[in-house]
């Protein structure tokens, strides 16, 4: 049976990401094409989570490695290879804050705020003020639920991806950020 | 409790950083040895492992003894010839060369391997490569990788320079006196930055934007602010700093934002006892000049004629609330069933309800305007900072170019005068250590056409080829495909395309543009029939002659 990938355009292309795939299991240094490919992708997604660059350099790094040693394991699932890429970095993420080896950051680029608030229907008064509280909602979310915040609205990942990265239907993904909205909004009403 | 530090606004990568932070061969070599073997079981690795130590060791030896250079000549015996020049390393010089450039070298501009300055002569050697021959011939990699992504070099010149002492030992780039080449580009664009070839790491490290105008002292990647020291009055230089009447422009956006920050709110207003107002729910989100109060009330205007008294006491099926044609003006419209009446319509607020959205009104205001006049202050003194630190740029430059030596002033005397005489135009570079020098611009794969290639020879005999070059007449650049990538060859159909590789036995193969007006346009395999030269060459010019770019 075709498995049809879900993010690839072309039939040309999802043969071409799997037979590179296999070329790099047979050989490690055929998987420099897939590293140039993803290389930018992993790094924005760790750096959007690490405080520093020099941290999201070298998780991004471990993850790539990671990638290459268990490369063997991966089996194609009609999504996008850069979604087991994600899946071991934030894999790599969370072990390295477990371990207090790098400091966990939320990084909030201003021009996301008014998607977030429009998103939580709530009336925004002076900028900064808003920002304070949303800051103070978003560092007092669980990780996973922060997570997917940061996705949808700080890397306006669509729902799908989201998905695919986090093995979960795209409607249970809308589902789950729509509730954290929610609760998000009720944060900040509460600090009113 | 979990600790997270809030970043605002952080500073992002750059696609340099980012392209520059690339490196697979770290990945693989920290790679597990037991990764790298993927097919070897125990008993393979028991019963192969003095075989494998043997070929290893060969291997290893035939590896080290063929593995090519980095800059390797593809064609054997050709290659783009360096000038030689023999200076006094504790002097000044102005170099010319060949194509119009001007070297200019200080004094204590070499070093040696310990870091000591050079007293005696040195042999500075210099080339410089132009066209897509030059850069064919010279065995110069032209690909680039950033941010995961190759890219081809579409060049306006490189300059490869390298020094030595007079017993052949070769000396370094003092940066704290660097040489500078003012090179004669045929390309006028400003889109080429400054790139240095990183023969170690094997590939090219940006460098710098373009600096494509003549520039004085210090390589200057903003040369707009030196455009008005063309004429070059050294003595002394004309100090000139320009301000910016930024004073005006803040206090027009001043005015200009509280004009929008009094249409974004409506303004309360009391309900007229003498005329009829009701009440409508409506969505804040269409209508974010009201969100923020409560209980607002509509009143119809008094100039609205339509309404009648009778229909206050109707159950309205359908209420709609659109914009009027002014601010503070709305049109609503009530129906049921076949019966529709629109009326102009404004919001008001009843006594106690007026008070607190005044107070809501004059508190929403306010903090507007505080938070604008803030950011309005905040733009100020950032203006004020640039401005300062512009002077301070300004000044250092005026006292460098006060202070550099004679010889300086005379290259770039010279330099101005070529410009203005003989019309050439100039890129500059600074030069912090010795090596291959490029003022490039990325260029992607041709598109229009791609195909799986093969490449055979006139009598249909398959060619051995490492790689194949492909030249795009109008662009200056070699786009080089690999055994690798003949299966993905691209190609622009609508332009003029000549297509070349070397032999194995050192022959030139090659595939003409009228060939090229052969392919279809939609193809997706073609063999290619190169014809092979017997000339050899010795020159690089009989090259350029042949390959006709």
Sequence with gaps: MEIISKYHVTHELIAEERDQIMEACKDPSKFEVLYKKYYQKILLFVYQRVDTKDDALDVTSQVFLKALVNLKRYTFKGVPFSAWLYRIALNELNTMFRHNKIQRALNIDTDCIDEITEEMDILTEEKENELDKLTQSLSALPDNELLMIEMRFFEKRPFREMGDILNMTENNAKVKVYRIIDKLKKSIMSYR | ?549
């Design chain 2, 1 to 549: 409790m979990k600790k997270i530090k809030i970043n605002i606004d952080r500073e992002k990568f750059s696609q340099e950083e980012i392209g520059q932070s690339m490196d697979f061969s770290k990945i693989i070599s920290t790679l597990p040895a037991t990764t790298k073997l993927f097919y070897k079981s125990p008993i393979f690795y028991a019963t192969v492992f003095s075989i494998a130590t043997i070929i290893t060791v060969v291997v290893l030896k035939y590896t080290m003894q063929t593995e090519p250079p980095f800059i390797n000549p593809p064609l054997k015996g050709v290659n783009i010839g360096y000038t030689e020049y023999t200076l006094p390393a504790k002097a000044d010089t102005v170099l010319d060369y060949q194509t119009g450039s001007l070297i200019y070298v200080p004094k204590d501009a070499f070093l040696d391997k310990d870091g000591n300055a050079i007293n005696e002569n040195v042999i500075l050697k210099y080339r410089e490569l132009h066209d897509p021959a030059d850069f064919f011939l010279s065995g110069i990699p032209m690909n680039y990788d950033s941010a995961g992504t190759t890219y081809f070099f579409e060049s306006a010149g490189m300059a490869d320079i390298s020094a030595f002492d007079s017993k052949g030992n070769l000396l370094f780039a003092n940066p704290k006196s660097p040489i500078r080449i003012g090179m004669a580009s045929p390309q006028k664009d400003d889109r080429y930055n400054v790139y240095n070839l990183d023969s170690i790491a094997r590939k090219w490290k940006f460098i710098a934007k373009d600096t494509s105008k003549y520039v004085s002292a210090t390589i200057d990647t903003t040369h707009k602010q030196m455009d008005s020291l063309k004429q070059f009055s050294y003595t002394p230089v004309v100090k000139k700093v320009v301000e910016a009447d930024t004073d005006n422009l803040i206090q027009k956006e001043n005015i200009n934002n509280v004009v929008e920050i009094t249409q974004s709110l409506i303004v309360p207003k009391k309900a007229n006892s003498g005329q009829y107002h009701f009440k409508i729910s409506f969505s804040k989100k269409d209508f974010p000049e009201m969100a923020g109060y409560e209980n607002v009330l509509f009143e119809v205007d008094s100039s609205d004629k339509e309404f009648k008294s009778q229909y206050a006491s109707i159950t309205w099926e359908n209420v709609k609330l659109m914009n009027g044609a002014k601010e503070n003006e709305y049109v609503v419209t009530f129906s049921k069933g076949t019966e529709t009446h629109s009326f102009n319509v404004h919001p008001i607020f009843e006594s106690n309800d007026y008070n607190a959205a005044l107070i809501f009104y004059t508190k929403k205001f306010n903090n507007y305007k505080n938070a604008y006049l803030q950011k309005i202050d905040n733009e100020k003194k950032e203006q004020e900072k640039k401005k300062l630190e512009q002077k301070t740029l300004n000044e250092k430059r005026i006292t460098e170019m006060n202070e550099a030596s004679n010889m300086q002033m005379i290259w770039q005397q010279r330099l101005a005068a070529k410009m203005q005489t003989e019309n050439i135009f100039f890129r500059t570079l600074q030069i912090n250590n010795f090596g291959v020098w490029n003022c490039d611009c990325p260029a992607t794969l041709p598109q229009g056409a791609k195909l799986i290639a093969d490449f055979r020879d006139e009598k249909g005999n398959k060619l051995s080829l490492d790689k194949v070059y492909l030249v795009e007449k109008g662009k200056n650049a070699v786009f080089t495909y690999y055994g690798s990538s003949f299966n993905r060859f691209q190609y622009n159909p609508d332009a003029e395309n000549i297509l070349w590789a070397v032999t194995e036995d050192n022959k030139l193969a090659i595939f003409r543009s009228e060939n090229f007006k052969a392919l279809g346009k939609n193809i997706s395999s073609y063999t290619f029939t190169l014809t092979i030269t017997d000339k050899m060459f010795t020159d690089y010019k009989e090259v350029k002659t042949f390959l006709d770019i």
